[in-house]
């Protein structure tokens, strides 16, 4: 308990400073995505302490981390590939992407790859429908947009990551 | 008023209503989902879809949604045009497309709004034919069972919860294909209108888990029209029996009562109909000394007739739980001058007021339906959700009233519900709580006032005075009491239809008079102001009407004028006075007789005692806390020796040779004889049809006629069908045979329909067909009639009995009663559910009261009030006002105690050996 409160104490001060005092609750947002920072997902306890500090039920707090895809409430791979398979990209081949991109690397999706570096996800719409097949890869860096994908490039995409982090791996 | 086309045909209809609503009040069948009467229109579903016309010239028209399209003159749709039905046929399919195929083995099955929609929709082939996605249902507690692949999205279910209910711990989880409905982990739901999420969603998602215990399929299910008597409010109820066994509870719609909803004590406080504690066969005992022996009716009767015989003096004491029927039946044999009321000295006192005051301003009764519709409200000391759980929900809705100012302006209409709320964010109209300790609406309230009993009395008259100064002031009133009586009296004044609730429940008279006179003072002032009173029991107010005496002089009676005999009417005395002086009164009375339904302590000090039949059982009338008078008919014919009170106490009149009419032989004989004898009791005679009642030379069935197993139901017993139970006390029957009601065109008056049912309209949905327009009254009026009327009398003159301001006392405690939702009322803690939700015995403590008395959080305490003692675990709760102490009264494990009353509080000595409790 109280440990964002005890750790970024300065910055949610300075997030809670953003809103009116009566209206707390707005400021649940930027307050997950400081909690995920930390941990890379949300814990029980995480949405337990926004849920104080904004006053607000820990139900509701789960509930907007359920909505919105950026948030996790599960431990998963360090970079998330979030594919959208809605309607018009389904028509323009997502499904089949995601099938075969699955396929190559060996695992169902929602799952994470072994080394835990990658873990590939169905989403709702990311509005680039007519430049499907498309999907983002959220990472600690942020959100990076790749559009008119196919297996290989995405394959490129991934073995890019995997140097990269190796790359990181090797200096530290 | 506009004119309308639909499909061609002109329609008179309210201006700026949506078309789904007028669709569905004018009788044409429309789908909808996300739709609900009570709840509006949010356009989520898609599935009411309906085509419309610029002018009479326009051919294609385009697809709207009935429920976001408000009527304007002229305005024209077609609900048949082809193009709209293989729209919606298309809406349901891709609806249905991860529903899953169990209807033959789904709780929902027979009464799914889900089936009913598919079936006019004419959707009968899915092309979907992958895999459906599935989830992990939850743990919702012992009410309510969760079954989420059933889901369809309609979000009615957390609109509802969060949105009406006011409850926090459900909601939507999830986005896209596995929106989830639920808690966020395992729990019993919080709400205590949980059990209408089974009636809301309109699908097999929320079922009910008591019924689902001894399931029974829905149309095999015997039904009739009931009353709730759980508490006074007298919400109406459909209860549902087979094989002998009260299988569950449904809301019934009453326009004045509880419309829509129920709560989940009225839902599921129904099995003590069940228990294994009840009696079943007459019982007696030769002495004090010997034991109970089961005999047979005619027996105890005969032996009922010696002791009465013999005696100069029988008394009979009444029950504020028993119809008026069975009071008067009981008033009648012992005799008006021995007729006694069985409430609590203090609730005998405090009703008897409150019909006095109810009768000085008849016109400002409250309805339930009134007190949701209030603009502003002041709760004066009643813990509502505790005490009458229907009275807090429509509170709730109430606060809604006053910012409707604000979407209305911006020229949103008031069913649309989304864009309404969107427009008032959190805005609330004014409601103010005054009770002794936190409730569960206060997250609802402008203000709350936490303060003893005499403070709160004082806080009402000081806003009375606030708003006349003819009325009479309370002295040294505290500066900050006197400031929030004047905002009270401001918001109050502001008002369109401001509503005052009090009630009984605190035991202090003063603050029935403090609400007598917010509601005067505002009548003087030209506000059409409300008061809604609670009051302690379902038929509380009808027992008072009958003029009864008091406990105490029943006491008195029999200690002092050598009573022989003393009857008990449904009642157990050990809820309703101190232990010790109902010994000595049961010493007293050389016979005693009881009447009822479980055994209960009282039951254990009967001489004679007969199996009394329960609500479900029986035909009867309650009075509710407005003094509506409600008829509940029986559902079934009790097994057993069990029967109706008012018949056990025609028979030992009959037994004694009773000279009476012979009228009085009958149900409608003995309602005629009691309104010859209180003719202000007349609305009883007229609340439901006399029993010679017959539509078409037939009776109403009880049975549905989709009713299966009637020739073999007691195959097991015997292969002769039997001849189905006669009732001559109603013009309902115990059969499926009779009228077929065919709503709306033909169909019973509103007291007498077993079920609301409709062809094509299986669930409770079907509804519509029976009102005069959706949410309206229903056809012909809905059942139930005041006995307290108007015209006012001359305006009453102020009550001035203000008390002094609470002063604490030294080493004692003023100990203050709260109440348990599930716990303090007697008969719903026979449901296994409930009692598992009953909160454990303790008192409850202002921490700086405690530092005081040198009290820490783990200790038991011994408690010393009115020559009792109990031992109860404290319980810190900042809320508890200092110098009092709040106690949960009703508890079954707790002896009564009148309260409020001064107690000492110690710590238990450590080597105590008291037994708990007292």
Redesign the interface.
């Known amino acids: 308990m109280n440990q964002l409160a005890t750790k970024y104490k300065d910055e949610i001060s300075r997030i809670m400073a953003k809103y009116p005092p009566e209206y707390r609750r707005s400021a649940v947002m930027p307050l997950l995505y400081l909690a995920q920072r930390e941990m890379g997902y949300l814990t029980d306890e995480a949405m337990q302490e926004i849920a104080e500090i904004t006053e607000m039920?820990?139900?509701?707090v789960?509930?907007i981390v359920?909505?919105?895809?950026l948030f996790h409430d599960q431990p998963g791979g360090k970079y998330r590939m979030q594919v959208c398979t809605d309607l018009p990209c389904a028509l323009r081949g997502a499904d089949r992407f995601l099938e075969e991109l699955c396929q190559n690397l060996g695992i169902q999706p929602g799952e994470t790859t072994p080394d835990g570096l990658l873990q590939i996800e169905e989403?709702?719409c990311l509005a680039a429908c007519h430049r499907a097949p498309m999907y983002q890869v959220q990472s600690p860096e942020g959100l990076t947009f790749y559009e008119h994908q196919t297996v290989e490039s995405a394959l490129e995409v991934i073995a890019g990551l995997r140097a990269s982090e190796q790359g990181k791996g090797g200096q530290a | 008023m506009v004119t309308i086309y639909i499909d061609g045909k002109p329609y008179q209809v309210d201006a700026g209503q949506n078309l789904l609503h007028i669709c569905l009040s004018m009788g044409i069948n429309l789908p909808y989902f996300c739709w609900h009467p009570a709840m509006g229109s949010v356009g989520a579903c898609r599935q009411c879809a309906v085509k419309q016309f610029r002018d009479e010239n326009d051919t294609r028209g385009r697809l709207v949604m009935a429920c976001m399209t408000p009527a304007v003159e002229g305005l024209r749709i077609s609900v048949q045009d082809p193009q709209a039905v293989e729209f919606r046929a298309s809406i349901i399919e891709w609806l249905m497309e991860n529903h899953p195929h169990d209807c033959p083995v789904c709780d929902e099955g027979g009464e799914c709004h889900l089936q009913d929609m598919t079936v006019m929709t004419g959707h009968t082939y899915r092309h979907y034919r992958w895999k459906k996605r599935t989830f992990r249902n939850q743990n919702l507690g012992p009410f309510i069972n969760h079954e989420m692949n059933r889901c369809i999205q309609c979000y009615r279910c957390v609109r509802f919860y969060r949105g009406f209910a006011g409850g926090r711990d459900f909601d939507a989880f999830s986005n896209h294909n596995t929106v989830y409905f639920g808690r966020k982990t395992d729990g019993v739901l919080e709400s205590e209108f949980s059990g209408n999420l089974v009636e809301v969603c309109p699908t097999g998602v929320f079922t009910d888990k008591t019924f689902r215990k001894h399931y029974t399929r829905k149309w095999d299910l015997q039904t009739a029209p009931s009353v709730c008597v759980n508490c006074s409010l007298g919400c109406n109820t459909t209860p549902g029996e087979r094989y002998g066994q009260l299988r569950r509870i449904r809301n019934r719609y009453n326009f004045n009562v509880n419309g829509y909803f129920l709560c989940d004590r009225g839902r599921y406080g129904y099995e003590f109909v069940n228990s294994d504690r009840r009696i079943r066969q007459a019982r007696l005992r030769r002495n004090r000394e010997a034991a109970f022996e089961s005999v047979a009716p005619d027996e105890g009767l005969q032996r009922i007739k010696e002791i009465v015989k013999k005696s100069g003096r029988t008394i009979g004491i009444g029950s504020p739980r028993a119809s008026l029927e069975s009071n008067f039946a009981l008033r009648t044999l012992v005799g008006p001058e021995h007729f006694f009321s069985g409430a609590t000295v203090k609730d005998h006192e405090l009703v008897t007021e409150a019909i006095k005051i109810l009768r000085d301003i008849p016109s400002s009764m409250a309805s339930l339906h009134e007190v949701e519709t209030s603009d502003a409200a002041l709760v004066l000391g009643e813990d509502v959700n505790n005490v009458a759980p229907m009275a807090a929900y429509a509170l709730r809705q109430s606060v809604r009233c006053k910012p409707q100012a604000i979407s209305q302006k911006l020229k949103i209409s008031d069913w649309d519900d989304t864009a309404a709320r969107e427009a008032v964010q959190d805005q609330k109209g004014p409601l103010y709580l005054a009770t002794i300790a936190d409730t569960r609406l206060d997250d609802m309230a402008t203000r709350t006032f936490h303060a003893s009993p005499q403070e709160i009395a004082r806080l009402g008259f000081a806003v009375a005075h606030q708003i006349s100064p003819t009325a009479p002031q309370p002295e040294n009133l505290d500066s900050a009491a006197l400031e929030l009586s004047k905002m009270i009296a401001q918001d109050l004044k502001d008002a369109e239809s401001p509503v005052v609730v009090s009630g009984c429940s605190l035991e202090e008279k003063s603050i029935l008079y403090a609400a007598a006179n917010v509601v005067q003072a505002l009548r003087s002032i030209g506000k059409p102001a409300r008061l809604f009173l609670t009051l302690p029991e379902s038929n509380s107010l009808g027992l008072e009407l009958l003029e009864p005496g008091s406990l105490n002089q029943a006491f008195a009676i029999a200690r002092e004028d050598n009573v022989e005999a003393a009857i008990i009417l449904e009642n157990d005395l050990y809820r309703r006075s101190n232990p010790a002086l109902l010994e000595a009164f049961f010493k007293s009375i050389p016979s005693v007789i009881v009447l009822d339904s479980l055994d209960n302590p009282t039951a254990q000090k009967a001489d004679v005692l007969l199996p009394a039949a329960t609500f479900a059982e029986s035909d009867g009338t309650l009075v509710n806390n407005e003094s509506r008078a409600q008829r509940y008919f029986q559902v079934f014919v009790p097994q057993d020796d069990i029967k109706e009170s008012w018949v056990w106490l025609r028979a030992i009149g009959d037994a004694l040779g009773q000279e009476e009419p012979g009228a009085r032989k009958t149900f409608d004989g003995l309602i005629a004889d009691m309104v010859k004898e209180l003719p202000f009791l007349a609305p009883v005679q007229e609340i439901s049809p006399a029993s010679g009642f017959r539509i078409a030379g037939a009776k109403i069935p009880r049975q549905p006629h989709r009713y299966s197993g009637r020739t073999s139901m007691h195959a097991n017993v015997s292969v002769h069908e039997p001849q189905p139970p006669q009732d001559p006390d109603s013009p309902l029957s115990f059969s499926m045979e009779g009228f077929l009601a065919e709503p709306p065109i033909e169909q019973p008056p509103a007291s007498l329909i077993p079920e609301f049912w409709a062809p094509g309209w299986n669930s409770i949905q079907s509804l519509n067909k029976f009102q005069e327009e959706v949410s309206g009254p229903l056809i012909g009026g809905d059942p139930g009639k005041r006995i307290i009327l108007p015209p006012d009398p001359e305006q009453a003159a102020y009550f001035d009995e203000i008390p002094e301001p609470f002063a604490s006392r030294a080493g004692e405690l003023l100990l203050a009663p709260l109440y348990a939702i599930y716990g303090s009322e007697e008969l719903s803690i026979h449901t296994p559910g409930e009692a598992q939700l009953t909160p454990p015995l303790r008192l409850e403590i202002n921490p700086r009261d405690a530092q005081q008395f040198n009290l820490t959080g783990e200790t038991v305490l011994q408690v010393s009030v009115d020559s009792q003692v109990f031992e109860l675990p404290l319980h810190i709760s900042a809320s508890i006002p200092e110098g009092t102490a709040g106690m949960i009264c009703g508890l079954p494990e707790m002896p009564y105690v009148a309260l409020p009353a001064w107690g000492k509080v110690t710590p238990k000595p450590v080597n105590s050996s008291t037994e708990n409790p007292g």
Do not use: D, N
């Open positions: 039920g820990v139900t509701e789960a509930s359920g909505f919105y895809t989403v709702k």
